[in-house]
């Protein structure tokens, strides 16, 4: 996988925050916030997810879902 250095900046608070976080955790600054962007990319999937599942519900068309889903499951039996 090839990396690319960024230069960021941060507030004077932020960087105290971080600074003292990425200690308490034991891993370098540069990891923590590796860890902070993939967070965001987690949590952004859901979203997508969330927004999907919106979007999509509702548009089965041919009667009652819970009444189909149960014949099928009950064929299987």
Do not use: C, H, P
């Amino acid at each position: 996988m090839a990396s690319k250095r960024t230069i960021i900046t941060l507030s004077d608070k932020d960087k105290v925050w971080l600074e003292s976080f990425s200690k308490a955790k034991g891993i370098s600054m540069a990891e923590a916030i590796r860890q902070g962007i993939a967070r965001l990319k987690q949590s952004e999937g859901k979203n997508t997810y969330l927004m999907l599942v919106e979007e999509t519900g509702g548009i089965w068309k041919k009667g009652d879902g819970l009444a189909y889903q149960e014949k099928l499951r009950f064929e299987w039996r």
